[in-house]
């Protein structure tokens, strides 16, 4: 018996956690074929098809530049996905694009998995509706949604946070500044402007006016050091072309970004994923986002959520300061990550809350369960000896304060 998955991913989180799925699906069906879009991570893994490389925007104007890329994109995962049958489709996040993708593979009659929940409980929550038209299951990762989409009569089920399993890093402080080549004496600050070239593009100049601001606050002769962890699908030249000459004491780090985070003090770091794989590291940190003043206008009349960082949604209050547009300046980020690096208390404080966040995150093993569920959507025939379908145990969300 065959066994064949198609999976859609556009963004390099999607990507991280579409390749820590696909590895636990070929552990559960050795053989299986996986086919669709996806970035490095997921074609490493084993995934066939397009790079989604390309495609990854946040905003209204930023989507409008790149629409005939992304259109091009549709067109050619809607011809691969009718080459040849698959048993299940699975979309990972990237909703704009993945919901429309859904509406083609109810058509072909195809089972669709939703992994990782568009953020209907941010903006647009009248999506739910249309989820429970096109999906046949929703795996979520925060306990929160699944009370939400519950309550919706969607069939969901909680997984937990894959970054709950991934976010980790065995070094102390002092071994992390020894693999990178850090002395234990130095101010070392991370700056994370982001995975994708538009958000890099309007962050990294913001955060490299702040990383001087903050080298000249230090005074008392601190030497402050800088680390960039650069995301996966951006090259050297693409930093290089941004930062325009050399900038004292700025390093670019390449696969070490928890090493990097656990050798830091502080960090600034862009609104995203990147801000909850820092709190789990347990890095104090201050959230920053900009983008376009047409995007921004359209934003603040959808949003209804007070904070938009995840560490701030999944603790239910602000535990980390966020600075987002015009408050997001050179003057406004350096004196947050000064009070931090002077405030012992504080820096103490955002510690223990970050700390927290992982029991909102359930006890691991997100994408073995994600699999999982994904194989009893498969093998709707598979059942235990009491003739009972779907008997791969699931995990209930617990909601911790």
């Keep these: 018996m065959g066994n064949s998955v198609f999976i859609v991913s556009g963004e390099e989180s999607g990507d991280l956690h579409g390749a820590a799925l ?40 930023e989507v409008l530049e790149k629409l005939f890329v992304i259109l091009k994109r549709f067109r050619e995962l809607k011809r691969l996905v009718t080459e040849r049958p698959f048993d299940a489709i699975v979309l990972i996040d990237f909703p704009d694009f993945n919901l429309r993708f859904a509406k083609k593979a109810r058509g072909l009659g195809i089972p669709v998995i939703y992994y990782i ?52 890093c065995g070094l102390t402080r002092g071994e992390a500044r020894s693999s990178l080549g850090l002395s234990p004496d130095d101010t070392v600050v991370s700056l994370l402007p982001g995975s994708r070239t538009g958000e890099v593009k ?118 980390v300061p966020e600075l987002i547009q015009n408050e997001a300046s050179p003057e406004n980020i350096s004196r947050e990550v000064l009070g931090l690096l002077r405030d012992e208390k504080r820096r103490a404080r955002m510690v223990e809350d970050m700390t927290d966040l992982r029991k909102n995150l359930g006890r691991g093993g997100a994408a073995d369960k994600a699999a999982r569920a994904v194989y009893r959507i498969m093998r709707p025939e598979i059942r235990d000896e009491n003739g009972v379908i779907n008997w791969i145990s699931q995990e209930e969300p617990v909601l911790r304060k």
């Design 202 to 319: 309007r962050m990294l100049g913001v955060m490299l006016e702040s990383a001087e601001k903050i080298r000249a606050g230090l005074g008392n002769g601190k030497k402050a050091r800088f680390l960039i962890p650069a995301a996966r699908g951006l090259n050297d030249a693409f930093f290089d072309g941004l930062m325009k000459g050399e900038h004292q004491d700025v390093r670019l780090i390449r696969d070490s970004m928890y090493e990097a985070l656990r050798a830091s003090d502080a960090s600034v770091v862009a609104s995203g994923t990147a801000t909850l794989e820092t709190a789990l590291i347990g890095t104090p940190m201050v959230i920053v986002y900009r983008m376009s003043p047409v995007s921004y206008g359209i934003a603040r009349m959808l949003v209804n959520v007070e904070n938009i960082g995840l560490p701030n949604i999944v603790a239910g209050a602000r535990i």
């Design 22 to 61: 696909i590895e636990s699906l070929k552990r559960l069906m050795p053989g299986v074929e996986v086919a669709g879009m996806g970035g490095e991570r997921m074609r490493w893994a084993g995934l066939t098809g397009l790079d989604s490389s390309d495609v990854s925007v946040v905003g209204a104007v």
């Design 117 to 168: 929940s568009p953020q209907v409980w941010a903006w647009r929550k009248k999506r739910i509706r249309k989820i429970a038209r096109l999906v046949d299951k929703m795996l979520v990762v925060f306990p929160f949604e699944f009370y939400l989409y519950k309550e919706a009569g969607v069939d969901v089920e909680y997984v937990g946070h894959p970054l709950a399993d991934i976010a980790r």
